[in-house]
C-alpha cells in the first residue's frame, strides 16, 4: 500500500528538507502532492534514504520492476515504437533514419509552427521530442531554418503521418532530412495520451525503435530506457558546443532578401556557447555588436582576452550544475572584471549559480512558443519561446540579486538581476525562433547597458 506523498515528505523532515534531499524546489513538492505522485526519477533517492520498498512509493507500480505489456508484438502496419522505462508501448510508423534506438528523456512541445528550428535547437541534446501539434512535416525542410549544423535531439513523436511537403521554401522533406542527419521518427501515436503521461507523471525515460529488420526485443528496450541515468547530473555542454572560437555577422532573416550582414558593429560581444542558437547570434548582430563566439570550456582569461564590451551566456542543455563545474568560475571572472553580463536558458541558470543560487530539475518542464511570463518590474506579460527542464530556485537567491521575471503558468523563476556586478538574465528565448517577438527588446537592453560603460 503506498504512503500519502505528504507522509514522505514528512519523513525527510518536511519540505524544505526534503527539497535539499531530493535536489528539487518546494514548488514541485506542491506538485507532488496536488497529483499524488512521485516521478520516477526520485524514487532510487527515496529507497535508498529511507528504506521504502517500491511498492510504497505513490506512481510507482507494485512490483519490484516495471510490469511489460501483454503483447510485445507490433500491431498490423507498425514499424516502429516509443518504449518507456514503465515497460508502456507507443507503436506506430517508423519514418527518417532506421538510428540505433538510444536512450533519451522524453518530453513534449507545445509549439504549432517552427519544428525545424526545435528539431535543431542545441538545448534538446538528450531529448526525444514529442510534438502536440498533429502537423508536423507539411511544410518540409530548407537550410535556411536551422539553429545549428545537426540535430541534438534523440528523435521526435507525431500524430499525423508526414505528408509531402507544400511550402515554396522546401527543399527537402522533412523525412529525407531526418535520414541524412540520421534521426529516428515515430509517427501515428496518440499524442495527447503521451502528452497527459509526461504531464501528470513527469518526463519519462524513453527510446524510439525504428529497425530496418522489423524485429523488436522490447524487454531489452525497456532494460536499456530504464537504465539510462537520465538528464540530472549529466554536462551536454561540451557535446554541442563549438570547439574553438569564431565570429559571427550574420543578422536576422528578412524578406525579400534572407540573412543581412552586420558590417558596421558598435559594441563587441563574447558569447559563451553552452549549445547557442544562430537567432540568437543573428539578434545580436541586428542589435549592432561584432560577435566573437567561444566553447563552453572557455576560462575568464579565454574570454576577456578578447577586450569584449560585453559578455553573451547562451542556451543549452543538460543539468546546469553539472556544466557549472567549470562554466561557474568562467563567469565569475568576468562578474569580477565588472563586464556587462546577459544570459538566457542555460546561461540564465549559469548566472544564478555564479552568483550563490542552486538550480532544481523542473517535473516536465517549459517547452513551447506560448509561455506567458510576467515583468514584475512594469507588470507586463509577454508571450514568449521556452525550452528547458531545469529552473533556478528563486529562495536560494542571495541579497542583491533580484527577481525580474516569473512564470504564469507554475510561478517558476523566469528572470534574474545583479545591478551591482551588471549583469542580467531570462529563463527565455527573446529571439523567439520560432515564437513571439515580444521580448527581443532585450537584446537592444543588453546594448544600451554596454553603451552606458562604454
Known amino acids: 500500500m503506498t504512503i500519502p506523498v505528504s507522509r514522505i515528505i514528512e519523513r525527510l523532515g518536511g519540505s524544505e528538507a526534503a527539497a535539499r534531499a531530493l535536489g528539487v524546489g518546494t514548488?514541485?513538492?506542491?506538485?507532488?502532492?496536488?497529483?499524488?505522485?512521485?516521478?520516477?526519477?526520485?524514487?532510487?533517492?527515496?529507497?535508498?534514504?529511507?528504506?521504502?520498498?517500491?511498492?510504497?512509493?505513490?506512481?510507482?507500480?507494485?512490483?519490484?520492476?516495471?510490469?511489460?505489456?501483454?503483447?510485445?508484438?507490433?500491431?498490423?502496419?507498425?514499424?516502429?515504437?516509443?518504449?518507456?522505462?514503465?515497460?508502456?508501448?507507443?507503436?506506430?510508423?517508423?519514418?527518417?533514419?532506421?538510428?540505433?534506438?538510444?536512450?533519451?528523456?522524453?518530453?513534449?512541445?507545445?509549439?504549432?509552427?517552427?519544428?525545424q528550428e526545435t528539431l535543431t535547437d542545441p538545448s534538446y541534446a538528450g531529448q526525444i521530442i514529442t510534438f502536440t501539434f498533429p502537423h508536423i512535416g507539411n511544410v518540409g525542410t530548407n537550410p535556411e531554418d536551422i539553429e545549428a549544423a545537426t540535430i541534438a535531439a534523440r528523435g521526435l513523436v507525431v500524430k499525423q503521418d508526414v505528408t509531402a511537403p507544400a511550402n515554396w521554401r522546401a527543399t527537402q522533406p522533412l523525412d529525407v532530412w531526418l535520414r541524412t542527419q540520421g534521426v529516428a521518427g515515430l509517427a501515428g501515436v496518440d499524442t495527447r495520451a503521451l502528452t497527459t503521461r509526461i504531464r501528470d507523471g513527469g518526463a519519462p525515460n524513453g527510446l524510439i525503435a525504428h529497425p530496418a529488420d522489423g524485429r523488436f526485443d522490447i524487454p531489452a528496450l525497456v532494460a536499456r530506457a530504464r537504465d539510462w541515468p537520465g538528464l540530472e547530473g549529466m554536462d551536454l555542454a561540451r557535446e554541442v558546443s563549438c570547439t574553438q572560437s569564431y565570429t559571427w555577422d550574420e543578422t536576422a532573416w528578412d524578406w525579400p532578401g534572407g540573412y543581412g550582414r552586420q558590417t558596421a558593429p558598435r559594441r563587441h560581444v563574447v558569447a559563451v556557447d553552452y549549445g547557442a542558437k544562430r537567432n540568437i547570434l543573428r539578434r545580436l548582430a541586428a542589435a549592432g555588436c561584432r560577435v566573437t563566439v567561444v566553447p563552453a570550456t572557455a576560462t575568464a582569461q579565454d574570454i576577456l582576452r578578447h577586450a569584449p564590451?560585453?559578455?553573451?551566456?547562451?542556451?543549452?542543455?543538460?543539468?546546469?550544475?553539472?556544466?557549472?563545474?567549470?562554466?561557474?568560475?568562467?563567469?565569475?571572472?568576468?562578474?569580477?572584471?565588472?563586464?556587462?553580463?546577459?544570459?538566457?536558458?542555460?546561461?540564465?541558470?549559469?548566472?544564478?549559480?555564479?552568483?550563490?543560487?542552486?538550480?532544481?530539475?523542473?517535473?516536465?518542464?517549459?517547452?513551447?512558443?506560448?509561455?506567458?511570463v510576467k515583468d514584475l518590474a512594469t507588470g507586463r506579460v509577454e508571450i514568449t519561446s521556452q525550452n528547458h527542464g531545469f529552473a533556478v530556485d528563486e529562495a536560494s537567491l542571495p541579497d542583491g540579486v533580484q527577481v525580474t521575471h516569473t512564470s504564469l503558468f507554475d510561478g517558476s523563476n523566469e528572470g534574474l538581476a545583479c545591478p551591482s556586478r551588471r549583469a542580467f538574465s531570462v529563463q527565455y528565448h527573446p529571439e523567439a525562433s520560432p515564437g513571439p517577438s515580444d521580448s527581443r527588446h532585450l537584446f537592444d537592453r543588453f546594448v544600451a547597458m554596454m553603451a552606458r560603460d562604454a
Open 309 to 372: 564590451d560585453g559578455v553573451f551566456l547562451s542556451n543549452g542543455p543538460g543539468d546546469p550544475a553539472a556544466t557549472g563545474a567549470y562554466a561557474v568560475p568562467a563567469i565569475r571572472g568576468v562578474l569580477d572584471a565588472g563586464v556587462p553580463l546577459f544570459g538566457i536558458c542555460l546561461g540564465h541558470q549559469l548566472l544564478a549559480l555564479a552568483l550563490g543560487g542552486r538550480t532544481y530539475k523542473l517535473a516536465r518542464g517549459h517547452r513551447g512558443a506560448n509561455q506567458p
Open 27 to 115: 514548488e514541485a513538492l506542491r506538485k507532488w502532492r496536488q497529483n499524488g505522485a512521485i516521478p520516477a526519477r526520485h524514487w532510487p533517492a527515496l529507497l535508498r534514504t529511507l528504506g521504502l520498498a517500491l511498492a510504497d512509493i505513490p506512481g510507482a507500480p507494485q512490483e519490484s520492476r516495471p510490469t511489460m505489456p501483454h503483447d510485445t508484438t507490433p500491431p498490423d502496419g507498425a514499424t516502429a515504437c516509443l518504449v518507456l522505462a514503465d515497460g508502456a508501448v507507443f507503436w506506430g510508423s517508423g519514418f527518417g533514419a532506421h538510428a540505433a534506438a538510444v536512450p533519451a528523456e522524453v518530453c513534449f512541445n507545445t509549439g504549432l509552427t517552427g519544428y
